[in-house]
């Protein structure tokens, strides 16, 4: 592809790679050991800084993302639009992405933040989204998956779903599991049935024939 700023000479000395991420003109590696490695154009430093301990990489037009393994985020580059400049209230993110001037981190409690350019509206999230499990960025456009199992176009985590029991503990709401047959549910009233149970199992007789608490024939 185009090769104006040496964006597709790949450095001969790289070490072993796990990502990779493009820029406009510039280009990003991470190395088996976590360390970001930039080439290409670097008028606005994208491709200068060089850091460890990274586990995710994104690249912007002209600027760049890089994920921490403790959940932080680190941004270098352009930053006239503050698409460099991370929330100081971010929190501990799982993944990020990088628009042509927006800068995109997916929280690990599933809340997206953006920031950055905003001439169209690309960091102005939906409200109240709350359970999002994957993040991308255009060059003006932000997209976000959001868990919705029962496919009612709400998300499973909106406090407008109204059912958000957990009872099972598996981070899936209990209808969900009813609905694609992780849970039985004999009485099909969308929750599981061993969380049903409740009180104390008594089984009299032969405990052989009742392991499940019911009375021996």
């Known amino acids: 592809g185009r090769n104006g700023a040496g964006q597709c000479t790949v450095p001969a000395n790289l070490p072993r790679s796990t990502a990779i991420a493009a820029g406009e ?7 088996h050991q976590g360390v970001v490695h930039g080439f290409g154009a670097d ?4 491709s200068s800084l060089s850091i460890g301990g990274v586990t995710a990489i994104a690249a ?45 981190a997916l929280r690990a409690d599933g809340t997206v933040a953006a920031w950055g350019g905003n001439h169209v509206g ?11 499990t994957a993040i991308a960025a255009g060059a003006v456009t932000t997209l ?7 496919a009612d176009g709400v ?3 909106t406090a407008s779903a109204g059912r ?38 008594v089984c009299t007789g032969d405990v052989q024939r009742c392991p499940c608490g019911a009375p021996a024939d």
């Open 164 to 201: 958000m029991v957990d009872c099972n503990l598996n981070s899936t709401p209990d209808h969900c599991d009813v609905l694609h047959g992780v849970a039985q549910d004999l009485n099909h009233d969308l929750r599981p049935d061993d969380c049903e149970l409740t009180g104390r199992v």
């Open 60 to 104: 912007g037009s002209w600027h760049s993302l890089a994920l921490l393994h403790d959940g932080t985020v680190v941004a270098w580059g352009r930053n006239d639009d503050g698409q460099a400049t991370v929330p100081g209230n971010l929190g501990p993110c799982v993944a990020i992405a990088a628009g042509e001037r927006h800068s995109v």
């Open 122 to 132: 690309q960091t102005n999230l939906p409200a109240g989204l709350l359970s999002c």
């Open 144 to 150: 976000l998956v959001t868990r919705d199992c029962d």
């Open 155 to 157: 998300d499973d985590y």
């Open 25 to 31: 003109d510039h280009s990003l590696v991470l190395d």
């Open 43 to 46: 008028n606005y430093g994208q």
